[in-house]
């Protein structure tokens, strides 16, 4: 047995996290979610006096936001669309007949406005342009959101519906590359407080097809995405739990989004994966969180 399937299967064992018969969607154990909820809590010690703007976005967004952002120019394999039967009684006696033939029903699913979210920060960017330029020194966001990708499979790290907590800065090219800087800084320090291994590597996002080569290329030409790295189910493979992304003007552009002397805004975001940031406590330090070094749980609960 691989060490992701052994690692899945005493997460399901202990009852930590509920096989639901689709790689890549659990359901989460109370003892799962105090961990998540414990962690956000320390990234707030780190991140909690900077005064960003609290936003907590459903896990759907508008399609038409979707749309606009060109994630399915970049990462088409990755999305996941609502569609919902919008027949009439003619049609849904057909839908049933489908079913009961055990045919596919559901072809005929129409596409509605909302489109699951792939990322924390993908609603936020035409949010904030609506308002219309930022004030002097940019804006500061606060996100969390349960996020959706296609992509299936057994490593318990890589899920289909997970959680992503986000800052995301808004501004000149200094003030966002500073946080940017920042954040590298205080993520490596909050992850070794918890007692995991860290370490900080340039990066590129699973861009589509033959293009999308070129366009990773560029990406770690450029320094634009940074992840730090943790050993979950493989020291030689570690993953990625938090990613530190410099959008340049990419959606200050898309958007409109202005800084107040009207410049286009540049962003940048930090993301935590919390399921995977989970994982990796207890991977390292097992699975009864009673266990685990005193000074991790005084980090987390305090005592
Ligand atoms: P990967 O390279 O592993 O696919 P990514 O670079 O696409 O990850 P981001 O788009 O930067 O990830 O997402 C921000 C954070 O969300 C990541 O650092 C990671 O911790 C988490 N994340 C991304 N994909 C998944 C997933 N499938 N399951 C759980 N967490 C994820
Ligand atoms: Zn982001």
Not at 229 to 248: E, G
Not at 281 to 286: D, I, K, P, R, T
Request: hydrophobic share 40%.
């Amino acid at each position: 047995m691989d060490m992701q399937t052994s690692l899945l299967d005493r997460l399901f064992a202990s009852g930590l996290l509920i096989e639901t018969g689709v790689d890549g969607l659990y359901g989460r154990s109370g003892k799962f979610e105090d961990v998540i909820a414990a962690f956000e809590r320390l990234i707030e010690t780190f991140g909690g006096d900077d005064g960003a703007e609290a936003i907590r976005f459903p896990p759907g967004m508008n399609r038409a936001h979707f749309e606009g952002s060109g994630y399915m120019k970049s990462f088409p394999q990755l999305a996941g669309t609502v569609h919902s039967f919008c027949g009439c009684e003619l049609d849904h006696m057909n839908l049933l007949q489908c079913m009961a033939e055990g045919e596919d029903w559901t072809k005929d699913q129409q596409a509605t406005d909302i489109v699951l979210t792939p990322a924390a920060c993908y609603p936020l960017y035409p949010t904030i342009a609506k308002r219309g330029p930022l004030p002097a020194g940019g804006g500061l966001f606060d996100l969390q959101s349960y996020c959706f990708r296609h992509e299936p499979s057994k490593d318990p790290a890589r899920m289909q519906l997970f959680r992503m907590r986000e800052y995301v800065r808004m501004g000149t090219p200094a003030e966002v590359q500073d946080f940017r800087q920042l954040w590298m800084e205080r993520g490596q320090k909050l992850i070794e407080t918890v007692g995991l291994p860290v370490h900080v590597d340039v990066a590129n996002d699973p861009f589509f097809g033959r293009a999308g080569k070129m366009l990773a290329n560029n990406q770690r030409d450029q320094n634009l995405k940074f992840e730090l790295l943790i050993p979950v189910t493989s020291t030689a493979n570690p993953t990625a739990c938090l990613s530190f992304n410099y959008h340049q003007d990419h959606f200050g552009s898309t958007w409109g989004l202005k800084t107040a002397d009207g410049g286009t805004a540049h962003t940048a975001c930090v993301g935590f994966g919390l399921e995977r940031i989970a994982l990796a406590l207890f991977a390292h330090h097992g699975l009864d969180t009673n266990d685990w070094p005193a000074p991790v749980r005084k980090a987390l609960w305090g005592a």
